[in-house]
């Protein structure tokens, strides 16, 4: 069957790459009776191509495969209970050039991304390997399946791929430095997502900041007895209060 990717409880994850090594075939295998629970073929990671299809994937807890291609199409998977949790068309993204993954509460919160060619003075949306570029994001129930939202944005933000598995919002961030004679001011954008429903409920552009404050890595802290959520980036600290309800 190929190559073991993952394994959970009595499942063993296999691909298998074509001749052409352009296409691979995920199987999800029962390894005592030699059952195929699962099958998927697809465009496999390869170099950014026009008219060429590229997919991704990624393997969250050891509980969740997930992967998405240029197509626009996405596949989630139980490894546990060895079932398709959800395959859904979600709308080509033809320059896909990488794509990340959370599991947070009930939902798996899928973050493709375009390639990025960044220019002086042009917003940073990426740093190391936490904090990542995103142009889409999409929201999968792990109870049922079914896409509970999406977003699209024509301008990419940034955001740290790990957060606390019951935080109720998301935040993110990018930024950017104002170069003037002799001075560099760094400015930086902010926007808190609900993640019960996608909704943007705060956004801060052109924030100024210290010009040691040269991070995007976010730090979220939920404090429900305060109902506050606290966000730390880098030097700058961000408070969160919500009052008696969940946002």
């Given amino acids: 069957h190929g190559r073991v990717w993952a394994t959970n409880g009595k499942y063993v994850l296999s691909y298998l790459e074509g001749p052409k090594s352009s296409i691979a075939t995920v199987r999800l295998v029962d390894p005592f009776s030699g059952e195929i629970k699962l099958e ?9 191509r026009k008219d060429v299809g590229r997919g991704l994937g990624r ?15 996405l596949v989630v998977w139980d490894l546990l209970e060895g079932v398709e949790l959800a395959s859904h068309q979600t709308g080509e993204m033809p320059k896909l050039e990488s794509m990340q993954a959370m ?7 899928v973050l493709p991304s375009k ?28 109870e049922s399946g079914q896409t509970n939202w999406s977003r699209e944005f024509d301008n990419p ?13 998301l935040l993110l961030a990018r930024s950017k430095t104002i170069y003037t004679i002799n001075r560099q001011t760094p400015e930086m954008d902010i926007a808190l997502l609900r993640l019960s429903d996608g909704e943007t409920i705060h956004e801060e552009l052109e924030r100024a900041v210290s010009p040691r ?11 429900p007895l305060q109902n506050r959520v606290r966000g730390r980036i880098d030097g700058e600290i961000l408070l969160y209060d919500f009052g008696g309800d969940q946002p």
């Fill in 103 to 109: 599991w947070v509460g009930n939902q798996i919160l």
């Fill in 213 to 223: 404050s040269t991070g995007l890595t976010t730090v979220l802290t939920v404090q």
């Fill in 115 to 142: 390639a990025v060619i960044r220019s002086r003075g042009d917003m940073m949306t990426q740093q190391g390997e936490t904090h990542r570029t995103v142009h889409r994001i999409i929201a999968i129930s792990t």
């Fill in 59 to 73: 393997i969250l807890q050891d509980r969740y495969m997930v992967m998405f291609d240029t197509s626009g199409r």
């Fill in 157 to 169: 933000w940034g955001v740290t791929i790990d957060q606390p598995f019951g935080t109720p919002v």
């Fill in 40 to 48: 998927f073929e697809g465009p496999v990671k390869q170099p950014l």
